[in-house]
């Protein structure tokens, strides 16, 4: 299937999501009222079920679970193929003991209103810390409708944060990720396709006519993900962006045409072992995968799958390390039934003894 005829089948059936990880918010939203679910389906439950939250960016802080997760809410914005639907407007930070424990809501720790720079739509962040100050990164979309990413600090996990008066310059599309290394070197990973608009920097500029979705060549090399070097003061780029491989098990790049493999959106490393794991959304496919490489720069090697299709369109996860075991956060549908108002969960990881994830199947078969 062509990428027009993925795009007419998802628009037919109601669940266009320009890209997996866009949601709304906003100050008095996100209240609902949680209809009785069958929760025998699900592997994990929701962590947070009075308001709808997606994309949880999960960090250990001090030896407490923080989640930054995108904050849903329906504010009757005409949807589009650019997802302008999803028009979230501010960010809650969550938190617990350990998992399983009581989930604290910090209340709102970065509103659009308090970010000189950007005119709509907060997507799904990421947390880090260095220096004795927690950093908040998201990406909006600037007075000219073009995604950049922002930076806020805080001297406390939980926020407020501060932002920045400017976006990071040489940022753009989506789902910022950062990781340190044990070295103390951060890159960020970012970019989405889609509504993320990684399709219309091509040329290395923005170009507002460009693709709506995919390369319009179903044979060219897919899109590839970005990574940058953070500066020391994490404010800034260190150094130009580049590309970040995906390669098969041959050493090839995926293909446009490669939608159960090729990257979407939704970057996240972890360290393992010694090896760099670089995972994402397959996006219109709803696979979660990853591949695995020396370097936080890559090139990383396709392994495979380790999530399989949530309830909902798609799903958008971060992988965390607790108390000697891994996790990964992610959200599905449970709560809503409706692509754009998801709920954030949480799952064991496991990694076998070659280094391989372990499937995960987030819906209880039957």
């Given at each position: 299937m062509n990428t027009k005829m993925q795009l007419a089948l998802a628009l037919g059936m109601n669940v266009l999501v320009a890209a997996?990880?866009?949601?709304?918010?906003?100050?008095n939203a996100g209240?609902?009222?949680?209809?009785?679910?069958?929760?025998?389906?699900?592997?994990?439950?929701?962590?947070?079920?009075?308001?709808y939250t997606a994309d949880p960016s999960a960090h250990v802080f001090d030896g407490r679970i923080y989640i930054y997760p995108s904050h849903d809410v329906d504010l009757g914005?005409?949807?589009?193929?650019?997802?302008?639907?999803?028009?979230?407007?501010?960010?809650?930070?969550?938190?617990?003991?350990?998992?399983?424990?009581?989930?604290?809501?910090?209340?709102?720790?970065?509103?659009?209103?308090?970010?000189?720079?950007?005119k709509?739509?907060?997507?799904?962040?990421?947390?880090?810390?260095?220096?004795?100050?927690?950093?908040?990164?998201?990406?909006?979309?600037?007075?000219?409708?073009i995604f950049r990413m922002g930076v806020a600090t805080s001297k406390s996990p939980s926020g407020p944060f501060k932002a920045e008066p400017k976006p990071i310059e040489g940022s753009f599309s989506i789902d910022p990720a950062v990781f340190t290394d044990d070295d103390?070197?951060?890159?960020?990973?970012?970019?989405?396709?889609?509504?993320?608009?990684?399709?219309?920097w091509v040329g290395g500029k923005?170009?507002?006519?460009?693709?709506?979705?995919?390369?319009?060549?179903?044979?060219?090399?897919?899109l590839a993900p970005k990574v940058a070097k953070m500066s020391s003061d994490m404010l800034s780029f260190d150094g130009a962006v580049r590309d970040v491989q995906i390669l098969d098990k041959n050493g090839k790049p995926f293909l446009t045409k490669d939608h159960n493999e090729r990257f979407f959106e939704a970057a996240w490393v972890h360290k393992y072992n010694g090896k760099y794991y670089f995972s994402y959304s397959t996006g219109n496919t709803h696979f979660l995968a990853y591949a695995v490489g020396d370097s936080p720069l890559g090139p990383f090697?396709?392994?495979?799958?380790?999530?399989?299709?949530?309830h909902g369109w798609t799903s958008h996860h971060s992988?965390?390390?607790?108390?000697g075991k891994w996790y990964v956060f992610y959200h599905d549908t449970q709560l809503s039934d409706k692509t754009y108002l998801r709920n954030i969960k949480v799952a064991e990881l496991k990694h076998d003894n070659d280094g391989s994830i372990e499937l995960i199947e987030p819906l209880v078969k039957r």
């Open positions: 997996g990880c866009q949601n709304g918010g906003g100050k209240k609902q009222e949680v209809s009785s679910v069958d929760t025998s389906r699900y592997l994990s439950q929701p962590l947070v079920s009075h308001m914005t005409p949807q589009s193929v650019g997802g302008d639907h999803f028009d979230m407007r501010d960010y809650h930070v969550f938190s617990m003991d350990s998992i399983g424990g009581k989930v604290t809501d910090h209340g709102v720790g970065l509103s659009l209103e308090d970010v000189p720079w950007a709509r739509q907060l997507w799904a962040p990421d947390a880090a810390y260095k220096n004795g100050t927690y950093y908040l990164f998201f990406p909006a979309k600037d007075p000219e409708g103390g070197a951060s890159y960020m990973y970012f970019g989405g396709i889609w509504g993320g608009q990684l399709q219309k923005f170009d507002p006519k460009g693709s709506e979705t995919d390369l319009p060549d179903d044979n060219a090399p897919a090697t396709y392994q495979g799958a380790f999530m399989n299709p949530v992988i965390v390390e607790v108390k």
